[in-house]
């Protein structure tokens, strides 16, 4: 798996909340080669790992690099802005405000996110050209060109996650981060989710990591795949392998058993 | 020289907890910034002028008349006013604004700008070692302890006071129990403003009583909250303590502005570390 | 809305020519203040657009007020200096705390500022030297133009209504343009902003920055009107007036505050009679507003949603 791709490389990464734990000591790497899932049952820390990652919540201890750079205690826009962009589990919109100019907006926060560019304004024209353009082809791609000039908060549920992915793509990661991108979506709209990742990664080569409760979907769709579970890594590689370790199927059948 | 500087520090810690103690306890339960709260620590200080002078009552009676006064009045403004805007912070904020300047012109247009004198009811003085220590000083300063430790108790150890904290930290499992806010809010407000009552009552006789003594007590209030972190009690009474020692130690060396300012930049300097305050939660 | 949006500018142009028609010295004395405090107002609404109240704008007038009369009448620097003072000082002071206090937002950053406000005007009146502790500044020369000093009424509320404008249609331009989605992207989704490279806190700070810069130079054209300045021109009271006039006039165009300004700053004038009774009536007919406002006050603030 070495490549001259950038890796997201989490060395000893810890943090808590109050008492507890939620991430304890983890060591994980990933290449944007691949799309990688993030698995493990409710409460393994997945989500608190995707918000360190996106510099959400900070780190107590550990390192965070993305290609080679140190981006532990950074803001979350500027990771952004280095390639990591991520998408939320809830539909998140700005009110009032159409599909397409969504997209063009996500596309220009790049460059406009910044009060220094008020003294650059010659690149901007540039790049509200591209925003425009990229808007289009992302409407596009992502097959949102039916509702392009809807008031995005007022789309259905489904509409509006695609729409989420659609904005990260827009913003030109190297990295997009999907938190639970099918969660709370119907069969055909998983369906196209799950399409809409895989091309992100196929006819983009944007490297995806993904957050997922529905297991079917990450092992069709990932080549990479980390299991957790209360805040350790318990088993990492290829989708088979994970699926196949003790580690997984004790985590697994273990909160199922509670469950039952 | 130095217990010169206790005295005044505990004199300093005890109002800015008693006022800091009734703003963080209406906006806990409330989410409301009562701004006119300092307006309340002057319904008690002139509450204190009118019982006295105006009607001729003993100090230690018109003490808690004045508070009771502020606290009906607090009654009052909650069910008229603040009760629409519960949800609301900026509207709450706005509402209080007004509030604040309402009070503030029916005192000036009852009693006008200039400041009343208000009799010392206690004089004399004790002598501990080589300091001189006021009694009325003392007495005030006891007094509001008293009052601190009495709402603590009342908090943590009755029914009241739990219901009160449920509705503070998780008011739709307090719904869940039965404990409606609508009973709870108008009890905050009462403590509250008595509490602020009292603080204006308890310094009327040792600082001068001016219409303008209520933005002074409100910019404590915010200086002690925002140090200890909104909604935090035990953080308003540590803030409390920290900035009295401040004000005692400035004022006695050079002066009470200067102690202000000092404990404005001190407030900035914490807040680079700890954003929301000692205690606060963002 | 889109038409009230487009007529509004207009009358608000036939309101700034109507002294010239009236013509008399009182007309030109409330209509200078008008101007004045509608850019106090501004100041506040620019801080409302990113979602955070300031409530320290009228520290950051007095700043500009005090710097530019010291610099001219004490150093004897040319008005239009020492109103680029007026607007540089306050800016960087708030740039430069801003990056510590802007990490709070709501009311936590009204407490603060509301402190910010407060210790401005607590150092005007502690530090005798130079600010003349609490009997001000006096004696300030008046606005001057590359040395001709304005002398006439007409003439000073032109420069005033000129400055004003040009505030105003730099914010406008600023607001369509691309600062402006930045801003509405803060405002109306933080965290999505953020995820996609909006500098939230950078942006917040900027505007925090040129809106006491507006404050300032409200406060340079202040000083330089009347003559002479004492702090309590600039204490809470006057940036709790520019808010109301902010509530009044409506938060969601950028003539809201001026047309507020309209509004409110000739009453007092014009019930001077009436001074001891002036607050209660003023702090009751605010009461009334607030309780009866047809939207209700949620509109006031553009809340970032999280």
Same mark, same amino acid.
């Given at each position: 798996?070495?490549?001259?791709?950038?890796?997201?490389?989490? /060395?000893?990464?810890?943090?808590?909340?109050?008492?507890?734990?939620?991430?304890?000591?983890?060591?994980?790497?990933?290449?944007?080669?691949?799309?990688?899932?993030?698995?493990?049952?409710?409460?393994?820390?997945?989500?608190?790992?995707?918000?360190?990652?996106?510099?959400?919540?900070?780190?107590?201890?550990?390192?965070?690099?993305?290609?080679?750079?140190?981006?532990?205690?950074?803001?979350?826009?500027?990771?952004?802005?280095?390639?990591?962009?991520? $998408?939320?589990?809830?539909?998140?919109?700005?009110?009032?405000?159409?599909?397409?100019?969504?997209?063009?907006?996500?596309?220009?926060?790049?460059?406009?996110?910044?009060?220094?560019?008020?003294?650059?304004?010659?690149?901007?024209?540039?790049?509200?050209?591209?925003?425009?353009?990229?808007?289009?082809?992302?409407?596009?791609?992502?097959?949102?060109?039916?509702?392009?000039?809807?008031?995005?908060?007022?789309?259905?549920?489904?509409?509006?996650?695609?729409?989420?992915?659609?904005?990260?793509?827009?913003?030109?990661?190297?990295?997009?981060?999907?938190? /639970?991108?099918?969660?709370?979506?119907? *069969?055909?709209?998983? !369906?196209?989710? /799950?399409?809409?990742?895989?091309?992100?990664?196929?006819?983009?080569?944007?490297?995806?990591?993904? &957050?997922?409760?529905?297991?079917?979907?990450?092992?069709?769709?990932?080549?990479?795949?980390?299991?957790?579970?209360?805040?350790?890594?318990?088993?990492?590689?290829?989708?088979?392998?994970?699926?196949?370790?003790?580690?997984?199927?004790?985590?697994?059948?273990?909160?199922?058993?509670?469950?039952? | 020289?130095?217990?010169?500087?206790?005295?005044?520090?505990?004199?300093?810690?005890?109002?800015?907890?008693?006022?800091?103690?009734?703003?963080?306890?209406?906006? *806990?339960?409330?989410?409301?910034?009562?701004?006119?709260?300092? /307006?309340?620590?002057?319904?008690?200080?002139?509450?204190?002028?009118?019982?006295?002078?105006?009607?001729?009552?003993?100090?230690?009676?018109?003490?808690?008349? !004045?508070?009771?006064?502020?606290?009906?009045?607090?009654?009052?403004?909650?069910?008229?006013?603040?009760?629409?805007?519960?949800?609301?912070?900026?509207?709450?904020?706005?509402?209080?604004?007004?509030?604040?300047?309402?009070?503030?012109?029916?005192?000036?247009?009852?009693?006008?700008?200039?400041?009343?004198?208000?009799?010392?009811?206690?004089?004399?003085?004790?002598?501990?070692?080589?300091?001189?220590?006021?009694?009325?000083?003392?007495?005030?300063?006891?007094?509001?302890?008293?009052?601190?430790?009495?709402?603590?108790?009342?908090?943590?150890?009755?029914?009241?006071?739990?219901?009160?904290?449920?509705?503070?930290?998780?008011?739709?499992?307090?719904?869940?129990?039965?404990?409606?806010?609508?009973?709870?809010?108008?009890?905050?407000?009462?403590?509250?403003?008595?509490?602020?009552?009292?603080?204006?009552?308890?310094?009327?006789?040792?600082?001068? &009583?001016?219409?303008?003594?209520?933005?002074?007590?409100?910019?404590?209030?915010?200086?002690?909250?925002?140090?200890?972190?909104?909604?935090?009690?035990?953080?308003?009474?540590?803030?409390?303590?920290?900035?009295?020692?401040?004000?005692?130690?400035?004022?006695?060396?050079? $002066?009470?502005?200067?102690?202000?300012?000092?404990?404005?930049?001190?407030?900035?300097?914490?807040?680079?570390?700890?954003?929301?305050?000692?205690?606060?939660?963002? | 809305?889109?038409?009230?949006?487009?007529?509004?500018?207009?009358?608000?142009?036939?309101?700034?020519?109507?002294?010239?028609?009236?013509?008399?010295?009182?007309?030109?004395?409330?209509?200078?203040?008008?101007?004045?405090?509608?850019?106090?107002?501004?100041?506040?609404?620019?801080?409302?657009?990113?979602?955070?109240?300031?409530?320290?704008?009228?520290?950051?007038?007095?700043?500009?007020?005090?710097?530019?009369?010291?610099?001219?009448?004490?150093?004897?620097?040319?008005?239009?200096?020492?109103?680029?003072?007026?607007?540089?000082?306050?800016?960087?002071?708030?740039?430069?705390?801003?990056?510590?206090?802007?990490?709070?937002?709501?009311?936590?950053?009204?407490?603060?500022?509301?402190?910010?406000?407060?210790?401005?005007?607590?150092?005007?009146?502690?530090?005798?030297?130079?600010?003349?502790?609490?009997?001000?500044?006096?004696?300030?020369?008046?606005?001057?133009?590359? *040395?001709?000093? %304005?002398?006439?009424?007409?003439?000073?509320?032109?420069?005033?209504?000129?400055?004003?404008?040009?505030?105003?249609?730099?914010?406008?331009?600023?607001?369509?343009?691309?600062?402006?989605?930045?801003?509405?992207?803060? !405002?109306?989704?933080?965290?999505?902003?953020?995820?996609?490279?909006?500098?939230?806190?950078?942006?917040?700070?900027?505007?925090?920055?040129?809106?006491?810069?507006?404050?300032?130079? $409200?406060?340079?054209?202040?000083?330089?009107?009347?003559?002479?300045?004492?702090?309590?021109?600039?204490?809470?009271?006057?940036?709790?007036?520019?808010?109301?006039?902010?509530?009044?006039?409506?938060?969601?165009?950028?003539?809201?505050?001026?047309?507020?300004?309209?509004?409110?700053?000739? %009453?007092?004038?014009?019930?001077?009679?009436?001074?001891?009774?002036?607050?209660?009536?003023?702090?009751?007919? %605010?009461?009334?507003?607030?309780?009866?406002?047809?939207?209700?006050?949620?509109?006031?603030?553009?809340?970032?949603?999280?």
């Amino acid at each position: 798996m070495t490549s001259p791709q950038p890796q997201l490389v989490l /060395e000893n990464v810890s943090c808590h909340f109050g008492g507890i734990r939620a991430v304890n000591g983890v060591d994980l790497q990933l290449d944007t080669n691949d799309i990688t899932g993030l698995v493990g049952p409710n409460g393994a820390g997945k989500t608190t790992l995707f918000n360190l990652i996106t510099a959400t919540i900070r780190a107590k201890s550990g390192r965070i690099l993305f290609a080679g750079r140190n981006i532990t205690g950074l803001t979350p826009d500027a990771v952004a802005r280095l390639g990591l962009v991520r $998408s939320f589990q809830s539909p998140m919109t700005l009110p009032g405000v159409t599909v397409r100019e969504h997209l063009r907006q996500a596309a220009l926060f790049q460059a406009i996110g910044r009060p220094s560019f008020l003294l650059r304004r010659r690149r901007i024209a540039a790049a509200e050209a591209q925003a425009r353009r990229t808007a289009d082809a992302v409407l596009d791609f992502a097959r949102l060109a039916h509702v392009a000039d809807e008031p995005a908060d007022q789309l259905a549920y489904g509409v509006q996650k695609i729409l989420g992915v659609a904005m990260a793509v827009a913003a030109g990661p190297r990295l997009l981060l999907a938190d /639970e991108p099918a969660a709370g979506l119907n *069969g055909a709209e998983t !369906a196209e989710m /799950e399409r809409l990742l895989r091309a992100i990664h196929e006819e983009l080569s944007i490297g995806v990591l993904v &957050i997922e409760h529905d297991l079917p979907m990450v092992m069709r769709l990932c080549s990479h795949v980390i299991a957790l579970a209360q805040g350790t890594v318990i088993a990492d590689g290829r989708p088979h392998e994970v699926r196949g370790s003790r580690a997984f199927i004790e985590a697994y059948l273990g909160s199922e058993a509670d469950a039952a | 020289m130095f217990q010169q500087f206790l005295m005044v520090a505990a004199l300093s810690a005890a109002t800015y907890m008693l006022i800091a103690l009734g703003f963080t306890l209406i906006f *806990g339960i409330m989410r409301v910034v009562n701004f006119a709260h300092g /307006e309340f620590v002057l319904i008690g200080a002139y509450g204190i002028y009118v019982a006295q002078s105006l009607l001729g009552l003993n100090y230690f009676v018109a003490v808690p008349l !004045a508070a009771l006064a502020a606290a009906i009045i607090g009654i009052a403004a909650e069910r008229l006013i603040f009760r629409r805007f519960a949800g609301d912070e900026l509207a709450g904020m706005i509402a209080a604004l007004a509030l604040a300047i309402t009070i503030n012109g029916a005192v000036t247009a009852i009693f006008g700008v200039d400041g009343q004198p208000v009799e010392r009811p206690i004089s004399g003085v004790i002598h501990i070692g080589d300091a001189i220590l006021p009694k009325d000083q003392l007495f005030a300063a006891g007094i509001a302890f008293a009052l601190v430790l009495a709402t603590w108790l009342l908090l943590v150890k009755t029914r009241l006071g739990l219901a009160m904290r449920a509705v503070a930290q998780r008011p739709e499992i307090a719904r869940l129990q039965g404990i409606t806010p609508w009973k709870t809010f108008p009890i905050a407000f009462a403590i509250g403003c008595g509490l602020a009552g009292f603080a204006g009552a308890l310094t009327a006789p040792i600082y001068a &009583i001016t219409p303008y003594i209520g933005e002074g007590a409100l910019t404590r209030a915010f200086i002690v909250v925002v140090l200890g972190g909104l909604g935090s009690i035990p953080g308003a009474l540590l803030a409390a303590v920290l900035l009295g020692a401040i004000d005692a130690g400035i004022s006695i060396l050079y $002066s009470a502005t200067l102690a202000t300012l000092v404990s404005f930049v001190a407030v900035i300097l914490v807040l680079i570390a700890r954003p929301n305050g000692i205690f606060g939660r963002a | 809305m889109q038409t009230l949006g487009r007529i509004l500018p207009w009358l608000i142009v036939i309101a700034a020519i109507v002294p010239f028609a009236v013509n008399g010295d009182f007309t030109f004395h409330v209509a200078i203040l008008i101007g004045i405090q509608a850019l106090l107002a501004l100041s506040i609404h620019l801080t409302l657009r990113v979602g955070q109240l300031s409530l320290a704008q009228a520290g950051f007038m007095g700043i500009g007020a005090y710097a530019s009369a010291l610099f001219t009448r004490d150093a004897g620097i040319p008005f239009l200096v020492g109103l680029a003072c007026a607007a540089a000082i306050p800016a960087l002071l708030a740039g430069l705390l801003g990056g510590i206090i802007l990490r709070v937002r709501g009311v936590q950053f009204a407490l603060l500022t509301f402190m910010l406000g407060e210790a401005i005007v607590l150092l005007f009146v502690e530090f005798v030297i130079p600010f003349g502790g609490n009997n001000g500044v006096m004696g300030i020369p008046p606005i001057a133009l590359f *040395g001709i000093p %304005l002398d006439s009424r007409q003439q000073i509320y032109a420069f005033v209504i000129l400055v004003l404008a040009v505030v105003y249609f730099a914010s406008r331009t600023l607001l369509r343009g691309n600062p402006g989605i930045a801003l509405r992207g803060i !405002a109306g989704n933080e965290a999505l902003a953020q995820s996609l490279g909006t500098d939230s806190l950078g942006w917040r700070r900027v505007v925090f920055a040129a809106s006491a810069g507006i404050a300032g130079i $409200s406060g340079s054209l202040y000083a330089h009107y009347l003559g002479y300045i004492s702090p309590e021109a600039f204490n809470i009271t006057t940036t709790i007036n520019a808010l109301v006039m902010n509530v009044v006039g409506g938060t969601a165009l950028l003539v809201g505050p001026l047309i507020g300004a309209i509004l409110l700053v000739p %009453l007092p004038e014009l019930f001077r009679s009436a001074v001891l009774y002036q607050q209660l009536l003023y702090g009751l007919s %605010l009461l009334l507003l607030v309780l009866f406002l047809p939207q209700g006050l949620g509109s006031i603030l553009r809340r970032p949603r999280t």
